[in-house]
């Protein structure tokens, strides 16, 4: 390990733990040895992390974390890198990243893979940097390169006030589409109106399908970005157009779809999907390039800023978790660990 000051770094650090899969109620604070780097690793001092579906699913015992990753909850994170790794370019230390990690983000320090930090602009907040990584590396690589998305296009999109669903409103309506989604009441409909969603359904009072059909006249959208998979599949396939995408993102609703392979075949569908967490660090790299040409700048030059539901205190993570299980939040919830760290 290099670094500027690694001879003042503690030994340990708080984290939040648990014992046992479960509710909310089983992450608790603790203390834990500072994390270890590989040479391609630099070590941030964390000002804030994000809250991920992902992390409700591993603390349940649903998604364990890949192999070398570490078993702490945590997949971004905001903060000042303050040491690196033998093969990390010197000058990182020092700078304040946003960065994309494998687990360990619900933390004081976390270590990541230096190319997958992404520099933080000045005068963003870094509780703002710290809402992006998962969700802008998601959509981009889902939306985009999987759902090959492009200019004059309609999606549709499930979860429309989550951290996923606003920032694929987002980034669709910046690059020129018309944009459909789905939420749970009318407050998130509206929420989803001010984002820049064309159609907002509220999936508990009208059939989405119709609804699509009517906004669409009948032509269907281009692609779907799925989150609920189950018997949504079936539903969203009648939702797109010809040669259009279904891309899955998440199983929220079931693992297990029956579908009708030949309405496949005449109408010349694709279904894909993926998960971004256990891909090789190689793929996020470049991952991360494409995001810093082509998505990156939106947000340092504040022209898309990410949805924000609420802070909480990192020895609050259980509230946190429970509000996001519960439904309530619209956009991106974001645990504070360190307020010292300034950012414009």
């Known amino acids: 390990m290099a670094g500027g000051n690694v001879a003042d770094l503690p030994e340990n650090m708080t984290a939040i733990v648990f014992d046992a899969p479960g509710g909310p109620e089983v992450m608790r604070p603790g203390t834990v040895p500072l994390p270890r780097l590989r040479p391609d690793d630099v070590l941030i001092k964390v000002a804030y992390a994000g809250v991920n579906r992902p992390d409700c699913l591993q603390r349940a015992g649903a998604y364990p974390p890949p192999p070398g990753a570490s078993p702490l909850l945590g997949l ?63 959509v981009w690589h889902n939306l985009f390169e999987r759902g090959l998305a492009r200019d004059g296009e309609r999606v549709l999109i499930h979860g429309g006030t989550s951290g996923i669903g606003t920032m694929a409103i987002m980034l669709a309506k910046a690059f020129g589409m018309e944009v459909i989604v789905t939420c749970g009441d009318e407050d998130k409909c509206a929420a989803a109106r001010r984002i820049g969603a064309d159609l907002a359904i509220n999936y508990r009072e009208a059939d989405f399908v119709e609804a699509v059909q009517a906004q669409t006249q009948g032509k269907g959208v281009d692609v779907v970005l799925d989150m609920v998979s189950g018997d949504y599949v079936a539903r969203n396939l009648k939702c797109l157009a010809e040669d259009g995408r279904h891309v899955t993102i998440a199983v929220l609703g079931g693992a297990k779809a029956d579908l009708n392979m030949a309405v496949v075949m005449m109408r010349r569908l694709t279904l894909t999907g993926s998960t971004l967490r256990p891909r090789s660090d190689a793929f996020k790299a470049a991952l991360a390039d494409e995001i810093a040409d082509n998505a990156w700048p939106l947000f340092a030059d504040s022209e898309l800023s990410p949805v924000m539901d609420r802070a909480f205190p990192l020895a609050e993570a259980a509230a ?10 619209i956009g991106k919830i974001v645990l504070e660990v360190a307020r010292d760290l300034g950012n414009g």
Do not use: D, K
Request: charged share 15%.
């Open 76 to 138: 971004e994170v905001s903060g000042e890198v303050v040491a690196a790794g033998s093969e990390v370019p010197r000058e990182m230390i020092g700078q304040q990243v946003a960065a994309l990690t494998p687990g360990g983000g619900y933390a004081e320090y976390c270590a990541a893979h230096w190319q997958h930090c992404l520099p933080v602009p000045e005068g963003m907040l870094l509780a703002e940097a710290a809402a992006l990584p998962e969700t802008l590396f998601t």
């Open 320 to 329: 946190a978790h429970a509000r996001m299980e519960n439904g309530e939040h």
